[in-house]
């Protein structure tokens, strides 16, 4: 029993010191030199995952205008939404989707979505070039505009309802995927028009 009691002060004033010795460590650090770089290195950590994943721009507005039918040869109302790719890389495995979403409350203050699919004229798209590349700045590629031929502004009805598009697209180099979603909640931003080409995603018109 003494020889238990003899180490176990030992260990309680061998503890002591060792944390004395970390605490005399700690105080003898330059703080005002280690914080600024933790922060910048904090910094630089977040700006690296942006880096490596898709950076997409969607745009505020859906214009619609007319096109020709290509199987009937009648002209028809399209909407569109235009995405540009400002990815320092190409994006691959592009899937586009849009919904009309619609809120439903139950009368005690909770509310569930419902969502119906609105079918895009071309969903899935293999890649997306990047503006930083000659073959996606010679054409303005990086950029693409997304149409639907249903009519958009009479299935959105009242003010419980908004269009949600959402993306999906892998990075080129990373491989890293992003879901891109942009929720449009007012009405008003449906118009007649066409966007205006390069890397707006404003309305010639406005």
Not at 119 to 127: A, R, S
Not at 129 to 153: C, L
Request: glycine share 4%.
């Amino acid at each position: 029993m003494v020889n238990i009691a003899i180490m176990l002060k030992l260990f309680l004033v061998t503890s002591q010191k060792n944390e004395m010795e970390i605490i005399n460590r700690l105080l003898e650090l330059d703080w005002a030199i280690i914080i600024p770089v933790s922060i910048i290195t904090s910094l630089i950590f977040l700006l690296f995952i942006a880096l490596i994943r898709p950076i997409i721009k969607v745009s505020n507005l859906i214009l619609w205008s007319e096109i020709q039918d290509k199987e009937t040869g009648k002209p028809k109302k399209v909407y569109k939404i235009k995405v540009v790719n400002w990815t320092m890389a190409n994006v691959y495995e592009v899937k586009i989707e849009l919904y009309l979403a619609t809120l439903y409350g139950d009368g005690h203050g909770t509310s569930s979505v419902r969502y119906q699919e609105i079918p895009m004229l071309y969903q899935d798209f293999m890649y997306l070039p990047s503006m930083v590349w000659k073959e996606g700045r010679e054409h303005a590629e990086y950029a693409q505009i997304f149409m639907t031929d249903k009519n958009v502004k009479e299935l959105w009805k009242n003010e419980s309802q908004y269009l949600e598009f959402r993306m999906v697209a892998k990075h080129g180099l990373s491989g890293f995927n992003k879901v891109i979603t942009k929720r449009f909640t007012d009405k008003d931003v449906i118009k007649s028009g066409k966007f205006i080409y390069g890397t707006s995603t404003k309305c010639k018109n406005s």
